[in-house]
Nanobody
Framework: QVQLVESGGGLVQAGDSLRLSCAASGRAFSTYHMGWFRQAPGKEREFVAAIRENGLGTVYATSVKGRSTISRDNAKNTVALQMNSRKLEDTAVYYC????????????????WGQGTQVTVSS
């Protein structure tokens, strides 16, 4: 059982940077692969990025690749998403999630979810 809590969301202007964090509680955090997803109003939840349990190996959605970096600190049970050069279309609720199987890019296959944090990008 893993509990996840996101933080760091807020209002930013297009072109600015933002760092999202996810704090995990529960045993064996380091055995889970972690993912970030986002959901804009009226749209389906979509994959953003994922990182392997050992921090080696990352995958990014085309829409954020080159502008975002996912990282984790297993000693502190945290995972982060550094978001640079924000665009208007980045506006969404961002969720972190945990999964035991690597190679999962669909939200419905993840095992645990945080409550989400709102990111709003303005012009």
């Amino acid at each position: 059982q893993v509990q996840l809590v996101e933080s760091g969301g807020g209002l930013v202007q297009a072109g600015d940077s933002l760092r999202l964090s996810c704090a995990a509680s529960g045993r064996a955090f380091s055995t889970y692969h972690m993912g970030w997803f986002r959901q804009a109003p009226g749209k389906e939840r979509e994959f953003v990025a994922a990182i392997r349990e050992n921090g080696l190996g990352t995958v990014y959605a085309t829409s954020v690749k080159g502008r975002s970096t996912i990282s984790r600190d297993n000693a502190k049970n945290t995972v982060a998403l550094q978001m640079n050069s924000r665009k208007l279309e980045d506006t969404a609720v961002y969720y972190c999630a945990a999964v035991l199987r690597w190679g999962v890019w669909s939200w419905h296959e993840y095992d645990y979810w945080g409550q989400g944090t709102q990111v709003t990008v303005s012009s």
